[in-house]
């Protein structure tokens, strides 16, 4: 089956630990995007990748990083510097170009201990 | 820049009554309009999409059209059913962009 998965669905976080997490897709797809989605607000973008080896901060990037090495992968690692990390997080591709449509994974909670 | 104002919930209903959510838009141009749906602990599904001024989009009995003199795209449905307990969220991508842009989400619960 295609589709986008993201893991794992629960990560806890340590006071100073960097973590990261785990976005793959079959599709095919040219772009990535990661969100975060916090109670009662809409999604807010954090970073995305257009293409391999090449990726941009959205709205809110600081205290997190990226990586796109692969087509296939796109993790985001939620650094120390973040304060506030506890979040649902969550991934998403297209085709990018004049797509509009996005398609998303099944997200991953992560929780501060 | 561009936004997304839709209405705040939560909503409570009783299966088989009708379903209204408010969505207005601030963008320039012509954007795409989206309905996103997210059943508790899931990511996101495309619920139903419209591209230019005009369009209904619909899917799984929902509809939305795209109303470009008043800037809005209501999420309708004639008869609700328990299954339709979920977030809503109402988007748009502005014309020659690719960034979606949320509003915030409205919870509907239909109770049987």
């Known amino acids: 089956d295609g589709g986008i998965t993201q893991s794992p669905k629960y990560l806890f976080r340590k006071e100073g630990q960097n973590v990261t997490l785990s976005c793959e897709q079959n599709?095919?797809?040219?772009?990535m995007y990661w969100y975060r989605q916090d109670p009662g607000q809409g999604l807010r973008l954090i970073y995305y990748?257009?293409?391999?080896?090449?990726?941009q901060k959205g709205d809110i990037a600081e205290g997190y990083s990226v990586s796109r090495e692969k087509k296939e992968s796109f993790p985001l690692t939620v650094t120390s510097a973040q304060k506030n990390p506890t979040a649902f997080y969550l991934c998403?591709?297209?085709?990018?170009?004049?797509?509009?449509?996005?398609?998303f994974g099944p997200g991953t909670r992560l929780l501060v201990l | 820049g561009d936004s997304v104002t839709q209405m705040e919930g939560p909503v409570t209903l009783s299966e088989e009554a009708f379903l209204t959510i408010n969505c207005t838009y601030t963008?320039?141009?012509?954007?795409?309009l989206f309905w996103y749906v997210q059943y508790p602990g899931e990511g996101l599904q495309l619920l139903l999409k419209?591209?230019?001024?005009?369009d209904k989009g619909s899917n799984k009995g929902f509809e939305a059209t795209y109303r470009k003199e008043t800037t809005s795209f209501h999420l309708e449905k004639g008869s609700v059913q328990v299954s339709d307990s979920a977030v809503y969220f109402c988007?748009?991508?502005?014309?020659?962009?690719?960034?979606?842009?949320f509003g915030a989400g409205t919870t509907v619960t239909v109770r049987a």
């Open positions: 998403a591709s297209n085709r990018g170009g004049t797509e509009e449509t996005q398609y």
């Open positions: 599709l095919n797809h040219d772009a």
């Open positions: 990748s257009q293409i391999v080896n090449d990726f």
């Open positions: 963008a320039t141009g012509y954007p795409s």
């Open positions: 419209a591209t230019k001024a005009d």
């Open positions: 988007a748009l991508t502005p014309s020659n962009d690719y960034k979606l842009s």
